[in-house]
């Protein structure tokens, strides 16, 4: 036996000397398991029904303790307050695939909202200004990301506050416009109770899905998203992905923009700050990857659903505004935080 080995068993409780040097090769132990949550996750991909299976057990709880959630007003506001979140998370699950983030999607809804109010009577101009505005925003922050090396997190807060600065200069603090009567009802107005804004989003939703599951494109973003080394390797421009997913979230977030701008017929120039983090949360509980390479368009409309409804009962209870503040920020590091164990556990 070695000095250092002797060393070890000596260290060590006599019930644990290991002669043979076999715990040296096996490794640290396994962590302690869970027979019941085994059993929940046991199947392959079980991670990923998580949102679904915490959005039915809301929906069982909200029916038994919270039954004016279920008014048809209620519904059809949270059905558009997820329109315009699942955009903006569609854009940001783009962009979390190939390892990045996107903080300017609130500037870019607010820039929408103001172009639109200052050319209401000309929608068509102003809807393809907005989305323009919204490429060229994501083209930027994708070339300082992919072209600069700039850190994702540096470069869209760095565009965020150009964008809203540029906002203050053109608007001298006081926004001013009014926002169409021709475009509301694109958010107020759809077949029963579900706005067309919501089936938009969710044609959208299903487009992503397809593109992601079954086209070149989104094989290379996930490509990409694990390992760019390995991408470049196999002839995929990693430059060109990354940029093209930027431009697709800053397309995104302009399409929000528009639909706010129709839900709620105002203009605000901070409406949009919000859903920068929000879109990020909601990705997240859908079981989007921080590192990139994992997850999918109809688990982020998951976490899109599951977030808002939480967020929806905090606000149906009797709490003051401040004190729902505080409960809303609770609930979403509760339900990332707790996302993100499970899927850390299945993976040991």
Not at 8 to 17: G, L, M, N, T, Y
Not at 129 to 157: H, K
Not at 179 to 194: D, N
Request: charged share 10%.
């Amino acid at each position: 036996m070695s000095d250092k080995r002797a060393l070890a068993a000596v260290k060590r409780p006599p019930d644990q000397v290991d002669p043979a040097g076999t715990a040296a090769i096996a490794g640290p132990a396994t962590k302690e398991r869970w027979p019941v949550l085994d059993w929940a996750l046991k199947k392959r991909g079980g991670i990923r029904a998580l949102p679904f299976a915490a959005a039915a057990l809301t929906a069982v709880l909200l029916a038994i303790f919270e039954p004016g959630f279920y008014r048809p007003a209620n519904l059809h506001v949270l059905m558009q307050q997820c329109s315009v979140l699942g955009l903006v998370t569609l854009g940001q699950l783009l962009v979390l695939l190939v390892g990045g983030s996107d903080l300017s999607v609130g500037a870019v809804m607010n820039a929408s909202l103001i172009i639109i109010a200052l050319m209401h009577q000309d929608l068509a101009f102003s809807l393809p200004a907005c989305l323009a505005l919204g490429a060229f925003v994501g083209l930027g922050n994708g070339l300082l990301v992919s072209v600069r090396n700039v850190p994702p997190f540096a470069a869209t807060l760095g565009m965020l506050a150009c964008i809203e600065g540029a906002i203050l200069v053109y608007t001298k603090g006081i926004p001013a416009g009014d926002i169409p009567s021709s475009l509301r009802p694109v958010a107020l107005s759809g077949i029963g109770i579900v706005p067309y804004s919501l089936i938009i989003c969710v044609a959208i939703a299903a487009a992503l899905t397809l593109a992601l599951r079954r086209g070149a494109y989104g094989r290379k973003i996930y490509a990409v998203g694990r390992s760019p080394e390995v991408a470049r390797r196999a002839a995929i421009s990693v430059t060109n992905i990354r940029v093209s997913a930027y431009v697709m979230c800053g397309l995104f977030a302009a399409m929000a923009g528009i639909i706010l701008s129709a839900y709620v017929g105002y203009v605000d120039p901070k409406i949009g700050g919000n859903y920068n983090l929000e879109s990020i949360a909601a990705a997240v509980l859908g079981g989007v990857a921080f590192t990139g390479g994992e997850g999918g368009a109809v688990g982020a409309m998951a976490g899109v659903l599951f977030l808002l409804t939480l967020l929806n009962v905090v606000t149906l209870s009797s709490l003051n505004p401040f004190t729902q503040l505080i409960v809303q920020g609770v609930v979403m590091l509760a339900a990332v935080s707790g996302f993100q164990f499970l899927k850390k556990y299945t993976s040991n």
